[in-house]
């Protein structure tokens, strides 16, 4: 939730009888007329969209006469996909229906740290070296000019299956299967890459779905469900009807390979809705082609070995650890770019940059971006070249690959639709960039986007009317996503009684509320902010998404927060923060002279000393309440001084400030690994987070990525939570592109934490200490 509150919108009334035939809840109804559904025969294709007729668009039969030609000659075929979740399931769906054809299919996606999006010259050479006459894109292709050509001059036939924007002009292939060809207004036209491939599979299939122990094209609606919901697809006509029977399918799923990731996630595909999909499967499929080879996921998606399944899950489920500390680093540096220069977002969109953010992460924190502050948002990575290169994520309403390309000129290469959009430009051509894209936005979206944020409200609610029966009606407006929300709903002056922490990481908060009446809900926020909720125990409006869920087997409730608004303030009492501050740091006498002294003047004194100093007194984590503080070390973070404080509460704090000699990232894991290797030889392996950031003297989420960083080459095995973790030997087996990815955020960890100490030795003490007594 951000800072800056919506505005809210209360729901606007309707007239539902034209629905009176349906015999609808009255809530159902109106909703439907609210989203421009006004006649029963709409309704009946909204809530029913399985029973819509099928159809088709152009390409399609050239495409798959091509195939067929290929089958029936026994020529080889490569299908060529993308990396992302579309990419993958693309690539199985199209693997899968060539293989139950008959065909001899080999598969190729682009490894992410080498090639990036698209087909490219120096990988498809040796494709066509070996053999391989005809080559099936899906999810890529449009622009793929040259290519395409280079196919073309080898005798090898290109069949083209994307959903991206086409170009200046269509390349020269065999057949070219892609909605954006179709009308505007046509019901398929915002199809992502997976659909396309399933319509091409619905041709090539034909009428197989009473053939037994053949593949229909109902056996593919699973994979459907995935692409679709993954790749932020409008959820509107023949789309909408796609991704709901593909949820179906997906309850009831045979793929070993997703049925293992759901035992391993701890995900109900029973109940499985398309939020399991985008915050479940999403997530760990992206993480393989964010930060690894995606062409596993490809035989995850289609193995019939259970073996095998279990073991590429299991490496997919330690990648997406892996990209949650990831992405959580990037997310605070962008937070802290933003509190440091707010009037970045007084801008249209949100255009950040940093040379030591990992690329694999940004379209994931543009996306929350988005979902903070209600704008587009563009995360860069500045590489060695002096090239910026990222992710763009849109607001609805917004075609942000529009918006980029009317800047084409300042750039290298961009490519999207309309939801997301990937970029890149010379880092000097940022600033003019961040201009034209302004403008660009304020065209297409006119004074809206200097209009505060609002929060559209589809029904006010007591405590008292939430049931599970009106949870299960609103089902039926499901799947949600793009061009089909969620509704919101709300309830006035309720008072929080209870937060509770919950998640693995405690990163989730359950909120207990009461109204006036004495009803009580719980409400998920998940990824909360608990320090927005602090200091006010008045009442509040608050706002949440229902649906209906399973839990153990028994059907309930489930309540998402979505944003509050003070209606009654009342202020905590707070004791007031107020200590005398001795500033030793500039002190001429001997540091060590100086702090026995104060040992002597105050034997209780608490002396706050890591790294090679820990003798000295105590780490961080050893803290407790004393009424004299002697802060040794200097800290890691400002973080780490304001949560030593809070549990000290002293009277009295003297600062010296000895900061540890600045590490180079190869000499801090260096003596990670030394730490690490002592653990396993001495200690059999078992060591903590807190333990090793006081010894190194740096912060906790450096340790931890330095961690997965010794994993991911290989040297260590590291498994068990941060306080109890066990380290182990390694197999020697590297990942070097995550590695890559890992040590360049652990770059920016150590330069933040030696800037933050070179701005503590410097730094007024009453503004560095945040009190009001000197």
């Given at each position: ?166 170009g200046e002009s269509l390349p020269n292939a065999k057949a070219i299967v892609n909605p954006k060809l ?593």
């Amino acid at each position: 939730m951000p800072n800056n509150f919506s505005h809210w919108l209360d729901p606007p009334q309707v007239d539902a009888s034209p629905l009176a035939s349906l015999d609808l809840p009255p809530l159902l109804a109106q909703t439907l007329v609210r989203r421009g559904i006004s006649r029963p025969e709409e309704a009946e294709a909204f809530l029913h969209p399985e029973k819509s007729p099928s159809s088709q668009f152009p390409g399609i039969q050239a495409a798959a006469d091509r195939i067929h030609l290929a089958v029936r000659s026994g020529e080889r075929i490569c299908v060529w996909g993308d990396f992302d979740v579309d990419g993958q399931t693309s690539t199985a769906l199209l693997v899968q229906t060539l293989q139950s054809l008959g065909a001899d299919v080999v598969y190729y996606i682009p490894i992410r740290g080498k090639e990036s999006h698209g087909v490219h010259i120096e990988s498809l050479k040796p494709i066509l070296d070996s053999g391989v006459k005809l080559i099936v894109t899906c999810d890529t292709g449009i622009t793929a000019y040259a290519a395409i050509d280079l196919c073309n001059s080898r005798g090898v036939d290109v069949v083209v299956t994307d959903h991206h924007d086409l170009g200046e002009s269509l390349p020269n292939a065999k057949a070219i299967v892609n909605p954006k060809l179709l009308p505007e207004e046509h019901s398929l036209r915002n199809l992502a890459g997976v659909g396309v491939a399933y319509k091409l599979a619905e041709s090539l299939l034909g009428q197989r779905s009473n053939v037994e122990g053949q593949t229909s094209s109902d056996d593919l609606l699973d994979l459907v469900a995935l692409g679709l919901i993954a790749d932020v697809a409008l959820l509107q006509g023949e789309t909408r009807a796609l991704a709901q029977k593909g949820i179906h399918a997906l309850r009831n799923t045979n793929r070993l390979g997703l049925k293992v990731m759901a035992e391993l996630a701890g995900a109900d595909l029973e109940t499985l809705t398309e939020e399991t999909i985008g915050f479940t499967f999403a997530p760990r499929l992206n993480a393989l082609g964010r930060l690894s080879d995606a062409n596993p996921a490809v035989e995850l998606l289609i193995t019939n070995d259970p073996a095998r399944a279990r073991v590429l899950a299991a490496q997919i489920e330690g990648l997406n650890a892996q990209r949650r500390l990831l992405t959580s680093q990037v997310y605070e540096a962008a937070e802290a770019q933003l509190r440091e220069n707010p009037n970045l977002l007084h801008e249209p969109a949100i255009v950040l940059s940093h040379p030591n953010w990992p690329g694999g992460v940004v379209g994931i924190v543009a996306n929350r971006l988005v979902d903070r502050y209600h704008k587009p948002a563009i995360l860069l990575v500045e590489s060695e070249d002096g090239v910026l290169r990222g992710s763009a994520r849109s607001v609805e309403g917004l075609h942000i690959t529009e918006a980029i390309a009317a800047n084409k000129e300042l750039l290298l290469g961009f490519g999207g639709h309309p939801m997301a959009a990937g970029l890149s430009l010379p880092v000097e051509k940022l600033p003019e960039f961040r201009k034209g894209l302004g403008e660009a936005i304020e065209k297409q979206l006119g004074g809206i986007i200097h209009e505060e944020p609002t929060l559209q409200i589809d029904a006010w609610l007591g405590l008292d009317e939430i049931s599970l029966e009106l949870a299960e009606a609103l089902e039926m407006l499901a799947p949600f996503g793009a061009g089909n929300p969620s509704l919101t709903f709300a309830t006035r002056n309720v008072k929080i009684k209870s937060i509770a922490e919950i998640g693995r990481k405690k990163e989730h908060l359950r909120l207990n509320v009461e109204d006036e009446e004495g009803n009580v809900q719980n409400i998920l926020w998940w990824n909360g902010e608990k320090e927005v909720l602090s200091g006010n125990e008045g009442r509040v409006d608050i706002a949440y998404s229902m649906r209906a869920a399973t839990f153990r087997g028994e059907k309930q409730i489930s309540l998402q927060f979505e944003e509050l608004r003070v209606v009654e303030e009342k202020s905590i009492e707070v004791r007031a923060r107020e200590w005398e501050i001795g500033d030793m740091r500039l002190s001429s006498a001997d540091a060590m002279t100086s702090l026995a002294k104060l040992q002597e003047q105050a034997p209780g004194i608490q002396i706050w000393a890591e790294g090679t100093d820990r003798a000295k007194g105590m780490s961080r984590f050893e803290l407790h309440q004393a009424d004299e503080f002697a802060i040794w070390t200097t800290p890691p973070s400002p973080a780490d001084l304001r949560a030593a404080l809070e549990v000290v509460s002293p009277k009295r704090v003297y600062v010296f400030g000895v900061s540890p000699t600045p590490e180079r990232t190869d000499e801090f894991l260096a003596r990670l690994a030394g730490m690490a290797k002592y653990a396993i030889n001495n200690r059999e392996g078992k060591v903590s987070v807190k333990e090793l950031a006081s010894a190194l003297a740096q912060r906790e989420s450096a340790v931890r990525i330095g961690l997965e960083w010794l994993a991911a080459g290989g040297h260590a095995a590291v498994s068990g939570e941060d306080d109890a973790l066990f380290l182990s030997r390694g197999n020697g087996e590297g990942n070097q592109y995550l590695q890559k990815e890992l040590y360049v955020a652990l770059k920016g960890i150590l330069e933040e934490t030696a800037a933050y100490r070179a701005y503590f030795a410097r730094a007024d003490i009453n503004n560095l200490m945040g009190s009001p007594s000197g």
